[in-house]
């Protein structure tokens, strides 16, 4: 199995930027899919950002898109999210996921592995 863990979270203004990382354990990083979901208070878990086994495929959840980018640097077994034009909503715990295999973008219930969660907080 992999172990994710995420870093790079923390209290930042409306319009700032934050780079989330994920590092995985294990020789087989490259092999799974590597997804972003976020969850507020109250809410149901959210997909964010997904990118395939190479880095050579991304999908975005429409309230991210031209804001947010994820990539991946496999000689690292990192994901990142780079944050950038950061608002309010999206304060949130955001989680790393790793699927074995091509998943339905936006079902987690898809993704096999999971990290415990790093907190964002944009302030206005």
């Known amino acids: 199995q992999v172990q994710l863990v995420e870093s790079g979270g923390g209290l930042v203004q409306a319009g700032g930027s934050l780079r989330l990382s994920c590092v995985a354990s294990?020789?087989?990083?490259?092999?799974?899919?590597m997804g972003w979901f976020r969850q507020a208070p109250g809410k149901e878990r959210e997909f964010v950002a997904t990118i395939s086994y190479s880095g050579g495929s991304t999908y975005y959840t429409d309230s991210v898109k031209g804001r947010f980018t994820i990539s991946r640097d496999n000689a690292k077994n990192t994901v990142y999210l780079q944050m950038n034009s950061l608002k309010p909503e999206d304060t949130a715990v955001y989680y790393c996921a790793a699927s074995r295999k091509r998943p339905r973008v936006a079902a987690a219930n898809d993704y096999d592995y999971w990290g415990q969660g790093t907190q964002v907080t944009v302030s206005s």
């Open positions: 294990g020789r087989t990083f490259s092999n799974y899919y």
